[in-house]
Protein backbone atom coordinates (compact mmCIF):
# COMPACT_ATOMS: atom_id res chain seq x y z
CA UNK A 1 0.00 0.00 0.00
CA UNK A 2 1.34 3.26 -0.98
CA UNK A 3 2.45 5.69 1.76
CA UNK A 4 0.23 8.86 2.41
CA UNK A 5 2.51 11.92 2.10
CA UNK A 6 3.53 13.58 5.02
CA UNK A 7 1.27 16.86 5.04
CA UNK A 8 2.35 19.78 7.04
CA UNK A 9 0.65 22.43 7.95
CA UNK A 10 1.14 25.92 9.00
CA UNK A 11 0.70 25.59 12.45
CA UNK A 12 3.47 23.32 12.54
CA UNK A 13 5.68 25.78 10.53
CA UNK A 14 4.69 29.27 12.76
CA UNK A 15 5.70 26.21 15.85
CA UNK A 16 9.21 25.77 14.31
CA UNK A 17 9.91 29.31 13.44
CA UNK A 18 8.84 30.06 16.84
CA UNK A 19 11.32 27.61 18.26
CA UNK A 20 14.00 28.70 15.87
CA UNK A 21 13.22 32.36 16.95
CA UNK A 22 13.52 31.57 21.00
CA UNK A 23 16.63 29.40 20.34
CA UNK A 24 18.47 32.35 18.70
CA UNK A 25 16.94 35.39 21.46
CA UNK A 26 18.58 32.95 23.80
CA UNK A 27 22.03 32.74 22.21
CA UNK A 28 21.89 36.90 21.74
CA UNK A 29 21.20 37.12 25.27
CA UNK A 30 23.63 34.63 26.67
CA UNK A 31 26.49 36.28 23.93
CA UNK A 32 25.16 39.51 25.89
CA UNK A 33 25.42 38.60 28.64
CA UNK A 34 28.91 36.86 28.37
CA UNK A 35 29.82 40.00 27.21
CA UNK A 36 28.73 42.52 29.54
CA UNK A 37 30.21 40.07 32.17
CA UNK A 38 33.63 40.58 30.06
CA UNK A 39 33.38 44.36 30.68
CA UNK A 40 32.49 44.38 33.64
CA UNK A 41 35.52 42.29 35.07
CA UNK A 42 37.61 44.43 32.68
CA UNK A 43 36.58 47.66 34.28
CA UNK A 44 37.32 45.58 37.72
CA UNK A 45 40.97 44.83 36.77
CA UNK A 46 41.19 48.45 35.30
CA UNK A 47 40.36 49.95 38.89
CA UNK A 48 42.39 47.45 41.01
CA UNK A 49 45.43 46.59 39.03
CA UNK A 50 46.79 50.12 38.27
CA UNK A 51 49.28 52.30 39.71
CA UNK A 52 49.28 52.71 43.33
CA UNK A 53 47.06 55.74 44.07
CA UNK A 54 50.44 57.24 45.77
CA UNK A 55 48.89 60.80 45.82
CA UNK A 56 45.11 60.63 46.33
CA UNK A 57 44.04 60.98 42.54
CA UNK A 58 41.71 58.63 41.96
CA UNK A 59 39.86 59.38 44.57
CA UNK A 60 39.67 62.81 43.47
CA UNK A 61 38.56 62.08 40.15
CA UNK A 62 36.06 59.91 42.04
CA UNK A 63 34.69 62.10 44.11
CA UNK A 64 34.04 64.52 41.22
CA UNK A 65 32.07 62.07 39.02
CA UNK A 66 30.14 61.75 42.07
CA UNK A 67 28.65 64.89 41.41
CA UNK A 68 24.84 65.20 40.42
CA UNK A 69 24.92 66.62 36.38
CA UNK A 70 25.32 69.88 36.20
CA UNK A 71 25.52 70.86 39.85
CA UNK A 72 28.73 72.13 39.13
CA UNK A 73 30.11 76.14 38.96
CA UNK A 74 33.73 74.55 37.35
CA UNK A 75 36.57 72.92 37.92
CA UNK A 76 39.93 73.89 38.81
CA UNK A 77 43.10 71.95 37.70
CA UNK A 78 46.66 71.83 37.50
CA UNK A 79 49.28 69.93 39.62
CA UNK A 80 50.08 69.82 43.61
CA UNK A 81 49.49 74.09 43.12
CA UNK A 82 46.19 72.86 42.59
CA UNK A 83 45.44 70.77 45.41
CA UNK A 84 47.59 72.35 47.65
CA UNK A 85 45.94 75.50 47.35
CA UNK A 86 42.48 76.04 46.36
CA UNK A 87 39.62 74.42 48.61
CA UNK A 88 36.59 73.88 47.46
CA UNK A 89 34.58 73.86 50.59
CA UNK A 90 35.71 76.77 52.16
CA UNK A 91 35.59 78.96 48.56
CA UNK A 92 31.81 77.54 49.04
CA UNK A 93 31.67 78.55 52.27
CA UNK A 94 32.81 82.28 51.61
CA UNK A 95 30.92 83.15 48.41
CA UNK A 96 28.54 79.93 47.48
CA UNK A 97 30.82 78.89 44.33
CA UNK A 98 30.80 75.28 43.65
CA UNK A 99 34.14 74.55 42.00
CA UNK A 100 35.63 71.18 42.18
CA UNK A 101 39.37 70.46 42.54
CA UNK A 102 40.80 68.10 39.80
CA UNK A 103 44.54 68.65 40.67
CA UNK A 104 46.84 66.03 40.35
CA UNK A 105 50.38 66.01 41.43
CA UNK A 106 52.95 66.82 38.46
CA UNK A 107 49.97 67.19 36.26
CA UNK A 108 51.28 67.68 32.72
CA UNK A 109 50.12 70.61 30.70
CA UNK A 110 49.94 68.41 27.62
CA UNK A 111 46.56 66.58 29.56
CA UNK A 112 44.63 69.75 30.68
CA UNK A 113 42.55 70.21 27.92
CA UNK A 114 41.63 66.24 28.15
CA UNK A 115 40.69 66.84 32.04
CA UNK A 116 38.24 69.92 30.73
CA UNK A 117 37.16 67.22 27.89
CA UNK A 118 36.14 64.48 30.27
CA UNK A 119 34.85 67.34 33.02
CA UNK A 120 32.20 68.79 30.33
CA UNK A 121 31.08 65.38 29.99
CA UNK A 122 29.36 65.04 32.97
CA UNK A 123 29.12 69.15 33.45
CA UNK A 124 28.56 70.84 30.25
CA UNK A 125 26.84 73.79 31.68
CA UNK A 126 29.87 74.55 34.01
CA UNK A 127 30.60 78.64 33.95
CA UNK A 128 34.11 78.50 34.30
CA UNK A 129 37.47 76.56 33.98
CA UNK A 130 40.77 77.59 36.18
CA UNK A 131 44.32 76.60 34.85
CA UNK A 132 46.74 76.79 36.91
CA UNK A 133 50.01 76.76 34.88
CA UNK A 134 52.74 75.78 37.16
CA UNK A 135 53.92 72.57 35.24
CA UNK A 136 54.63 74.91 32.72
CA UNK A 137 57.73 75.78 34.59
CA UNK A 138 58.85 71.96 35.42
CA UNK A 139 61.96 70.90 34.44
CA UNK A 140 61.15 68.24 31.62
CA UNK A 141 63.74 65.92 32.73
CA UNK A 142 61.71 64.94 35.35
CA UNK A 143 58.96 63.67 33.64
CA UNK A 144 57.71 60.88 35.01
CA UNK A 145 55.20 58.01 34.18
CA UNK A 146 53.96 58.53 37.11
CA UNK A 147 52.38 61.70 36.28
CA UNK A 148 50.30 60.58 33.55
CA UNK A 149 49.22 57.73 34.91
CA UNK A 150 47.41 59.87 38.07
CA UNK A 151 44.88 61.25 35.55
CA UNK A 152 44.69 58.56 32.76
CA UNK A 153 43.88 55.49 35.45
CA UNK A 154 41.62 57.84 36.90
CA UNK A 155 39.53 58.43 34.04
CA UNK A 156 35.98 56.49 33.31
CA UNK A 157 37.86 53.63 31.13
CA UNK A 158 34.06 53.59 28.94
CA UNK A 159 31.65 55.67 27.78
CA UNK A 160 27.75 54.89 26.58
CA UNK A 161 27.36 51.20 26.43
CA UNK A 162 30.82 49.93 27.75
CA UNK A 163 32.20 51.95 24.65
CA UNK A 164 35.84 52.69 25.44
CA UNK A 165 36.67 56.36 26.63
CA UNK A 166 38.24 57.98 23.36
CA UNK A 167 38.65 60.98 25.35
CA UNK A 168 41.04 58.63 27.57
CA UNK A 169 42.78 57.13 24.47
CA UNK A 170 43.45 60.76 22.71
CA UNK A 171 45.35 61.56 26.11
CA UNK A 172 47.38 58.72 26.45
CA UNK A 173 48.34 59.01 22.90
CA UNK A 174 49.01 62.75 23.55
CA UNK A 175 50.61 62.80 26.43
CA UNK A 176 53.11 60.02 25.17
CA UNK A 177 53.87 62.02 22.27
CA UNK A 178 55.24 64.96 24.32
CA UNK A 179 56.89 63.03 26.71
CA UNK A 180 59.07 61.29 23.67
CA UNK A 181 59.76 64.42 22.20
CA UNK A 182 60.88 65.62 25.73
CA UNK A 183 63.12 62.64 25.93
CA UNK A 184 61.36 61.21 29.08
CA UNK A 185 62.75 57.82 30.38
CA UNK A 186 59.30 56.27 30.50
CA UNK A 187 57.50 53.13 29.33
CA UNK A 188 56.16 53.60 25.63
CA UNK A 189 53.71 50.53 25.45
CA UNK A 190 50.41 52.53 24.51
CA UNK A 191 48.97 49.31 25.58
CA UNK A 192 50.11 49.38 29.05
CA UNK A 193 48.23 52.86 29.57
CA UNK A 194 45.08 51.44 27.95
CA UNK A 195 45.16 48.57 30.33
CA UNK A 196 46.66 48.94 32.98
CA UNK A 197 46.84 45.95 34.59
CA UNK A 198 48.33 44.52 31.51
CA UNK A 199 51.53 46.13 33.60
CA UNK A 200 50.71 45.82 37.09
CA UNK A 201 48.76 42.76 37.35
CA UNK A 202 51.33 41.37 40.12
CA UNK A 203 50.33 43.86 42.36
CA UNK A 204 48.90 41.29 44.15
CA UNK A 205 52.51 40.40 44.75
CA UNK A 206 53.72 43.01 46.67
CA UNK A 207 51.42 46.37 47.80
CA UNK A 208 47.81 45.40 47.07
CA UNK A 209 45.39 45.47 50.11
CA UNK A 210 42.10 43.28 50.67
CA UNK A 211 40.26 47.23 50.47
CA UNK A 212 42.02 47.23 47.18
CA UNK A 213 40.40 43.57 46.46
CA UNK A 214 37.13 44.58 46.98
CA UNK A 215 36.92 47.07 44.31
CA UNK A 216 35.36 49.92 46.78
CA UNK A 217 36.00 53.21 45.78
CA UNK A 218 37.29 55.91 48.03
CA UNK A 219 36.51 58.93 47.63
CA UNK A 220 38.28 62.88 48.26
CA UNK A 221 36.27 64.19 51.63
CA UNK A 222 36.94 68.03 50.08
CA UNK A 223 36.10 67.59 46.94
CA UNK A 224 39.29 67.61 45.93
CA UNK A 225 41.60 69.49 48.00
CA UNK A 226 44.25 67.46 49.98
CA UNK A 227 44.72 67.56 53.78
CA UNK A 228 47.40 65.46 55.46
CA UNK A 229 48.36 65.22 58.90
CA UNK A 230 52.57 65.86 58.30
CA UNK A 231 51.99 68.67 55.90
CA UNK A 232 48.33 70.84 56.34
CA UNK A 233 50.07 72.30 59.32
CA UNK A 234 53.45 72.39 58.86
CA UNK A 235 55.20 75.53 58.83
CA UNK A 236 58.48 76.71 56.62
CA UNK A 237 59.60 79.98 57.10
CA UNK A 238 60.32 81.88 53.81
CA UNK A 239 61.80 84.98 52.72
CA UNK A 240 59.69 86.53 49.84
CA UNK A 241 61.01 86.06 46.47
CA UNK A 242 62.94 88.62 44.75
CA UNK A 243 60.36 89.43 41.60
CA UNK A 244 61.28 90.27 37.97
CA UNK A 245 59.52 91.13 34.84
CA UNK A 246 62.61 89.91 32.23
CA UNK A 247 61.61 87.00 29.77
CA UNK A 248 63.89 84.15 29.79
CA UNK A 249 65.83 83.80 26.32
CA UNK A 250 64.50 80.87 25.29
CA UNK A 251 61.64 78.69 26.19
CA UNK A 252 61.51 74.86 25.61
CA UNK A 253 59.07 74.80 22.04
CA UNK A 254 57.35 71.58 22.45
CA UNK A 255 56.51 73.05 25.51
CA UNK A 256 54.94 76.14 24.21
CA UNK A 257 53.65 74.11 21.33
CA UNK A 258 51.47 72.32 24.18
CA UNK A 259 50.43 75.80 26.47
CA UNK A 260 48.84 77.46 22.26
CA UNK A 261 47.54 73.98 21.71
CA UNK A 262 45.40 74.26 25.34
CA UNK A 263 44.87 78.46 24.31
CA UNK A 264 43.16 77.08 21.02
CA UNK A 265 41.57 74.42 22.82
CA UNK A 266 40.08 77.09 25.63
CA UNK A 267 38.93 79.60 23.13
CA UNK A 268 36.51 77.06 21.90
CA UNK A 269 34.76 76.41 25.23
CA UNK A 270 31.82 78.28 26.07
CA UNK A 271 32.75 78.54 29.76
CA UNK A 272 35.12 81.44 30.92
CA UNK A 273 38.94 80.55 30.86
CA UNK A 274 41.62 81.62 34.22
CA UNK A 275 44.53 80.99 34.36
CA UNK A 276 46.42 81.38 37.49
CA UNK A 277 49.99 80.96 38.52
CA UNK A 278 49.77 80.65 42.55
CA UNK A 279 52.22 82.13 44.95
CA UNK A 280 55.51 80.26 45.87
CA UNK A 281 59.09 80.55 46.71
CA UNK A 282 59.72 81.13 42.52
CA UNK A 283 63.15 81.49 41.60
CA UNK A 284 64.54 83.87 38.77
CA UNK A 285 64.49 81.31 36.40
CA UNK A 286 61.09 80.00 36.93
CA UNK A 287 60.01 83.92 36.90
CA UNK A 288 61.75 84.13 33.20
CA UNK A 289 59.80 81.37 32.19
CA UNK A 290 56.48 82.25 33.42
CA UNK A 291 56.59 86.02 32.29
CA UNK A 292 56.60 84.27 28.51
CA UNK A 293 53.71 82.11 29.76
CA UNK A 294 51.97 85.32 30.75
CA UNK A 295 52.79 87.20 27.86
CA UNK A 296 51.56 84.14 25.31
CA UNK A 297 48.24 83.98 27.73
CA UNK A 298 47.64 87.09 27.70
CA UNK A 299 48.52 88.27 23.76
CA UNK A 300 45.78 85.29 23.28
CA UNK A 301 42.95 87.53 24.80
CA UNK A 302 42.35 85.12 27.44
CA UNK A 303 43.45 86.26 31.34
CA UNK A 304 45.81 85.22 33.68
CA UNK A 305 46.10 85.97 37.02
CA UNK A 306 50.00 85.82 38.23
CA UNK A 307 50.14 86.03 42.17
CA UNK A 308 53.73 85.52 42.15
CA UNK A 309 53.83 89.56 42.34
CA UNK A 310 54.37 91.27 45.51
CA UNK A 311 51.52 93.64 45.61
CA UNK A 312 49.15 90.15 45.20
CA UNK A 313 50.50 88.70 48.08
CA UNK A 314 50.17 91.69 49.72
CA UNK A 315 46.49 91.94 49.53
CA UNK A 316 45.91 88.00 49.63
CA UNK A 317 47.49 89.02 53.19
CA UNK A 318 50.11 85.88 52.71
CA UNK A 319 52.67 85.45 55.53
CA UNK A 320 55.82 83.91 54.41
CA UNK A 321 56.87 82.88 57.65
CA UNK A 322 53.54 80.88 58.76
CA UNK A 323 51.85 80.33 55.38
CA UNK A 324 53.89 77.90 53.45
CA UNK A 325 54.78 74.23 54.36
CA UNK A 326 57.71 74.54 52.31
CA UNK A 327 58.95 76.37 49.21
CA UNK A 328 56.45 75.23 46.75
CA UNK A 329 52.96 74.86 48.66
CA UNK A 330 51.14 76.86 51.25
CA UNK A 331 50.05 75.31 54.30
CA UNK A 332 46.35 74.96 55.25
CA UNK A 333 46.30 77.81 56.63
CA UNK A 334 47.81 80.14 53.29
CA UNK A 335 45.39 77.88 51.25
CA UNK A 336 42.81 79.62 53.25
CA UNK A 337 43.83 83.08 52.61
CA UNK A 338 44.10 81.75 48.77
CA UNK A 339 40.84 80.26 48.49
CA UNK A 340 38.95 83.22 49.95
CA UNK A 341 41.04 85.80 47.79
CA UNK A 342 40.30 84.06 44.44
CA UNK A 343 36.51 82.80 45.17
CA UNK A 344 36.19 86.89 45.78
CA UNK A 345 37.75 87.88 42.95
CA UNK A 346 35.68 85.07 41.03
CA UNK A 347 32.20 86.07 42.75
CA UNK A 348 32.96 89.56 41.62
CA UNK A 349 34.19 89.62 38.04
CA UNK A 350 31.70 85.94 36.85
CA UNK A 351 27.88 85.45 37.01
CA UNK A 352 28.33 82.59 39.57
CA UNK A 353 25.12 81.54 41.74
CA UNK A 354 24.96 81.46 45.50
CA UNK A 355 24.44 77.47 46.66
CA UNK A 356 24.84 77.93 50.27
CA UNK A 357 20.76 77.77 50.76
CA UNK A 358 19.84 74.92 48.47
CA UNK A 359 19.05 71.99 49.14
CA UNK A 360 20.35 70.46 46.64
CA UNK A 361 24.29 71.08 48.01
CA UNK A 362 24.06 69.11 51.51
CA UNK A 363 27.11 67.62 49.76
CA UNK A 364 28.81 70.59 49.95
CA UNK A 365 28.08 71.84 53.35
CA UNK A 366 28.89 68.29 54.53
CA UNK A 367 32.27 68.78 52.87
CA UNK A 368 32.82 72.48 54.52
CA UNK A 369 31.68 70.49 57.89
CA UNK A 370 34.30 68.01 57.08
CA UNK A 371 36.96 70.29 56.78
CA UNK A 372 36.59 72.47 59.87
CA UNK A 373 36.03 69.20 61.68
CA UNK A 374 38.94 67.66 60.49
CA UNK A 375 41.04 70.97 60.81
CA UNK A 376 40.08 71.28 64.25
CA UNK A 377 41.02 67.75 65.54
CA UNK A 378 44.95 68.61 63.87
CA UNK A 379 45.21 72.13 65.86
CA UNK A 380 44.70 69.83 68.85
CA UNK A 381 46.88 67.29 68.46
CA UNK A 382 49.41 70.22 67.11
CA UNK A 383 48.39 72.05 70.33
CA UNK A 384 49.23 68.61 72.33
CA UNK A 385 52.36 67.67 70.79
CA UNK A 386 51.03 64.70 69.29
CA UNK A 387 51.32 65.52 65.66
CA UNK A 388 54.31 64.81 63.38
CA UNK A 389 55.25 68.09 61.22
CA UNK A 390 57.53 69.10 58.67
CA UNK A 391 57.81 72.42 60.32
CA UNK A 392 60.55 74.96 61.52
CA UNK A 393 58.55 76.11 64.21
Not at 17 to 41: D, G, P, T, W, Y
Not at 51 to 65: I, L, N, P, S
Not at 349 to 356: F, G, K, Y
Not at 379 to 388: I, R, S, T, Y
Request: a neutral charge; one cysteine or more.
Amino acid sequence: MQNKPEIVTDHGQSDTIAEKQKISLSLRFRVLLFFVILCLLGVYLLNVFDMKDDKGAEKVFRTFYAEKKNSLDGIYIGSSSAYRFWIPPYAYEKNGMTISNLGTGSQPVVLQKYIIGEALKTQPDMKVVIIDIRSMLKNDKRLKEADIRRVTDSFHPYEFLLRPSRNRINAIDASLDYFRNEGADIEYNKYYYYFPFLKYHNRWQSDIRLKDLSGVQFRNRFKGFVFTKSGSLSVKKLEPPVYTDTEAETMDQEKQNVLRDLIRYCKTLDQEVLFVSAPYQISEAEQEQLNICSRIIMQSGLTLLNFNQAQDTAWMGLDWSTDFMDTKHVNVYGAMKYTSYLSRYLSEHMELPDHRNDEAYRSWDRAKERFHSRLEKLEALKKEGALQLNSDE
